[in-house]
């Protein structure tokens, strides 16, 4: 089914429905390619990309926990979540097609199965709401999940808010019920991020000590 995509005031009008708008979203994504923008060669690899989703993360929650928005992290998922508990905001990276509407963008990285069990229970939000037996009403609205896609792309940032519905073979987010377009971020000639670098989607493993060691 193809996806529901938003431009220009559309996606105001559409963010505004969600309790959003975008200077939100725009200046976490800024706040975050400018930590990028401190790394040097020194800096293993990857640290490069993990800084400004780490960061972008972080300025995306100082901006709307004084709304009414939480943080929380299942199964080591970041997310921001509206008071209601209806909407929360995951941040990845995505491909080069991510902020163009006539494309079909996917994440830059494979997804874990905390991000697969989000998609699939925006699935379920979306096209399986259970009524509740002998009530006329449905059963209480389940959380859907968006993700702030960030696609840097050297003189420019692309970036979307969409909501995913479908997860590829190659556990990429590769559909999409829902895109709102943002305005891209202009940055001037600077390199785009390489495609070794990527964001976690942390699983802690913990150890238990042996008789003898420190």
């Avoid at 941040?91 to 069990?117: E, I, M, N």
């Avoid at 709401?129 to 449905?138: D, K, L, N, T």
């Avoid at 909501?163 to 987010?173: K, S, T």
């Avoid at 940055?187 to 802690?204: H, K, N, R, T, W």
Wanted: proline fraction near 8%; hydrophobic fraction near 40%; charge should be negative.
């Amino acid at each position: 089914m193809p996806s529901v995509v938003h431009q220009a005031d559309q996606s105001n009008t559409r963010l505004s429905d969600l309790g959003l708008n975008q200077d939100f979203l725009r200046d976490a994504v800024q706040r975050g390619e400018a930590e990028r923008a401190t790394c040097t060669d020194n800096d293993p690899q990857i640290y490069s990309g993990m800084v400004p989703w780490a960061k972008t993360v972080r300025a995306l929650r100082e901006a709307l926990i004084p709304l009414g928005w939480r943080p929380e992290e299942p199964g080591n998922l970041p997310l921001i979540v509206n008071a209601e508990g209806t909407v929360g905001i995951a941040v990845s990276r995505g491909d080069g097609l991510t902020g163009v509407a006539s494309g079909s963008p996917q994440t830059q990285h494979p997804k874990g199965p905390v991000t697969v069990a989000v998609v699939e229970s925006n699935q379920l939000s979306l096209f399986g709401q259970a009524i509740v037996a002998g009530q006329a009403e449905p059963a209480e609205p389940r959380r859907v999940t968006w993700i702030l896609l960030i696609a840097n792309c050297g003189n420019e940032i692309r970036c979307e808010l969409s909501l995913p519905d479908y997860v590829g073979e190659d556990m990429r987010v590769t559909g999409w019920a829902e895109r709102i377009i943002l305005e891209p971020i202009i940055l001037g000639d600077v390199p785009a991020f390489s495609p070794a670098e990527a964001e976690p989607e942390i699983s802690v493993e913990v150890a238990r000590r042996t008789a003898g060691q420190a």
